[in-house]
């Protein structure tokens, strides 16, 4: 929060504490939504509601629209029915089924029930979507016209809609069927001659998303083409609604979030713990990730335990355990940061899986050629020992090759059983190499050491 803000975060307790109300009611007024739902963030509860209960419907529902979710149910709750209508009916569609779906099933129905009968409907029709479908994240609110209307009567229907709508730089055209046809920027609309019909200056096939396609792939749509938004269509090319770019932004983040989330080894539950609340819910969230990790690593131990007489006989060989483990975990986390994101953006095609994975396999060639020329070099001047030197150098090679294939492997592999690749966490890659590392480690000290001894 800036400075100016903390002011107007001041000067609103203090004019709630002396009930000088018309004059909280300008100075909030006048505030952006975003910067009015900052201030509201830092209110206590009562302090929150006072304030949403004294400015107007509309105003408080933009800055309620800007508050995360479960602060926007805890809110909307403990409204008066009367406020609460006002500010549900001026809110958008898809704000108030996202709303919803946190409440209680007997809550939201009772808020659903106070709403006037057009928007109730069309929020009891968003809430039919899976939530993280073009269908969930959609608004009902938006311009369409008949192909048959002239420029003129499209901009007497936009003088009239528009002031509800979600976004009016895009006209959407549809049939009598209600079916999307084509589509008009407001630009060219406006510059076309009144009484030119609207099927011969609009844009025919345009870019659509199904209502059932996720929301990944919806945003992805929006950044190719470049998008303020994306038109919704059911099996019968039915338009149902629009996803507009702010709500794609809001994908965007949470998917990242997501990811991130998963990438750390990190159950999603964490996202919704308190970060100054109770330890419990975390330890509950981290534990069962950790403590399967702590089973998995000891298969490293045990290839540790297998070649302990080895290492008896030659112990510098025990000094570069961490440095094999270390660089092979360091390296398959690097491919498979790359692959993640490749993959969640759409970069890797089905057809290049292969050769994506053999390009990231034969950079951990030529990078393990260079460590292991220099590792050896150094575990040679150590050690005393030209053979230590071409065990490190060759294991730290092979490691650092399987390394990079496994790190862009496994995303691809659990991408084709149908689960999201960012489970194919940083820890999880790091425990398999941990182990792989171990293996061919002493293995090929094994096989060296046995020819020269």
């Known amino acids: 929060m800036n400075q100016e803000l903390i002011g107007t975060l001041d000067q609103t307790i203090v004019l709630l504490r002396q009930q000088r109300l018309d004059e909280l009611r300008t100075l909030l007024t006048d505030l952006h939504p975003a910067d009015l739902a900052e201030v509201l963030r830092e209110l ?25 979710l479960e602060e926007q149910a805890d809110l909307v709750t403990a409204l008066p029915p009367a406020q609460a209508k006002a500010i549900l009916d001026e809110m958008s569609a898809d704000d108030v089924a996202d709303l919803f779906a946190e409440l209680k099933p007997e809550q939201a129905g009772a808020l659903l029930d106070l709403m ?8 009891r029709e968003l809430m039919g979507f899976e939530e993280d479908s073009a269908g969930g994240i959609m608004t009902t609110e938006f311009v369409a016209i008949h192909a048959h ?16 709508a979600e976004t009016a730089y895009y ?34 096939n345009p870019v659509a998303v199904h209502v059932s396609e996720d ?47 998963r990438a750390g080894g990190v159950s999603e539950v964490e996202q919704e713990i308190d970060i100054e609340g109770a330890i419990w819910p975390s330890i509950k969230a981290r534990l069962p990730w950790l403590l399967g990790l702590l089973f998995l690593s000891l298969l490293s131990g045990k ?78 001047l150590w050690h005393g ?35 999201d690749p960012a489970v194919a966490s940083g820890p999880f890659i790091a425990t398999i190499t941990d182990t792989t590392s171990m293996l061919v480690y002493f293995s090929i000290a094994a096989l060296v050491l046995r020819a020269v001894l």
């Open 303 to 380: 290839v540790i335990e297998t070649f302990t007489p080895l290492m008896d006989r030659v112990s510098a060989l025990a000094v570069f355990i961490t440095t094999m483990a270390g660089g092979a975990g360091n390296a398959a986390t690097q491919a498979l940061t790359v692959m993640v994101r490749r993959l969640a953006t759409g970069e890797v095609e089905r057809d290049r899986l292969v050769r994506v994975v053999w390009r990231e396999a034969r950079i951990g060639l030529a990078i393990g050629l260079f460590c292991g020329v220099v590792l050896g070099i150094a575990a040679t």
């Open 171 to 204: 006209v959407y055209v549809v049939d009598a069927r209600e079916r999307l046809v084509g589509v008009l920027s407001l630009r060219e609309l406006i510059v076309a001659p009144p009484e030119t019909e609207v099927r011969s200056i609009m844009r025919t």
């Open 215 to 261: 929301q990944e792939e919806v945003a992805r749509v929006v950044q190719k083409y470049n998008l303020l938004a994306v038109p919704v269509v059911d099996d019968q090319q039915i338009l149902r609604g629009i996803v507009t770019v702010d709500d794609v932004i809001d994908v965007i983040e949470e998917e990242a979030t997501e990811d991130l989330y």
């Open 149 to 164: 209307r002239t420029a003129a009567e499209a901009i007497e229907q936009l003088r009239r809609e528009a002031p509800s």
């Open 116 to 123: 006037a009968h057009e928007e109730a409907t069309d929020v």
């Open 44 to 68: 206590e509860e009562e302090q929150r509601t006072a304030v949403v209960q004294l400015l107007a419907g509309a105003t408080a529902a933009e800055a309620i629209s800007e508050l995360e």
């Open 385 to 419: 020992s030209p053979w230590i030197g071409v065990i490190i150098g060759l294991s730290i090679t092979v490691n650092l090759m399987l390394a990079k294939a496994a790190g862009s492997l496994v995303p691809v592999l659990i991408q084709r059983i149908g689960l």
